[in-house]
């Protein structure tokens, strides 16, 4: 689905939101509510420019629209792979994004991710699961590394990861799989502005990732290890 025809179905009331660049922003009106919009495009690489730019935006919201709810649409291939970018330090500009949604967060904005394409690498880490909470659509493509890249850096068989990947989540790419971690609260079918409006309502700033992991089978250790920890017992993975 392209943004366009995405914001409309999110914001049946109207939007004023515009592309630059492969950079989203902009204001969109739900059941009377104004929600600060920013995101990307054409599965575009996360580099300095759009990190700062969606930085900016948050801090923007933060200043002249107190605990005004924020979402992120995410469509990118990752983090822009430049020996420039890389110069410039891509991880502290990323890492500043992340600081910026982590302050709107605790000042009182709403914060949801909706991964409506493409959502790879590290401009997934500091976008959509840097967010209150984040969803998908049945379309949506999330992995955060292929199984071919895995192969060769892990040394496995690319065979083996394919045959892990059918029985474990952890390996495969997909909504689904990510469903099942824990890693996306829900998929959005039909009737996307009523599930933006069940997501705002339901936001909030505790992160529930490892809880759901283990509820819904997909990851089973995080959950009780955590426990474990906390209470100063041994931790059974099994």
């Known amino acids: 689905m392209n943004w366009h025809t995405l914001a409309s179905q999110l914001f049946p009331e109207g939007h004023d ?63 822009r792979l430049r020996h420039r970018d890389e110069m410039l330090g891509i991880n502290s500009y990323m890492a500043h994004l992340g600081k910026c949604i982590d302050l709107a967060r605790r000042l009182g904005h709403k914060i949801i991710g909706l991964v409506y394409d ?26 955060v590394m292929g199984l071919p890249a895995m192969a060769r850096i892990t040394k496995v068989p690319e065979a083996t990861l394919v045959e892990l990947a059918k029985s474990n989540p952890v390996f495969a790419p997909g909504p689904e799989n990510y469903l099942r ?31 759901l992991g283990f509820t819904r089978g997909g990851r089973k250790c995080a959950q009780p290890v955590a426990q474990a920890v906390r209470g100063g017992q041994h931790a059974d993975p099994a």
Request: hydrophobic share 40%; charged share 20%; glycine share 10%.
């Open 118 to 143: 493409q959502a790879l690498s590290g401009g997934f880490i500091t976008s959509g699961l840097i967010a209150d909470a984040c969803y998908a659509l049945p379309d949506a493509t999330i992995r």
């Open 181 to 211: 971690m824990g890693g996306i609260h829900g998929i959005w079918r039909d009737e996307l502005a009523d599930a933006l409006l069940d997501a705002l309502a339901s936001a909030d700033a505790s992160d529930r990732r490892r809880e």
């Open 17 to 79: 939101i515009a592309e630059r660049e492969n950079f989203l922003s902009g204001t969109g009106k739900i059941n009377g509510m104004p929600v600060t919009v920013i995101g990307t495009t054409d599965h575009t690489p996360i580099g300095v420019e759009i990190a700062l730019a969606q930085a900016k935006a948050v801090l923007q919201t933060v200043r002249d629209h107190p605990q005004r709810p924020i979402l992120i649409l995410i469509d990118t291939q990752g983090q």
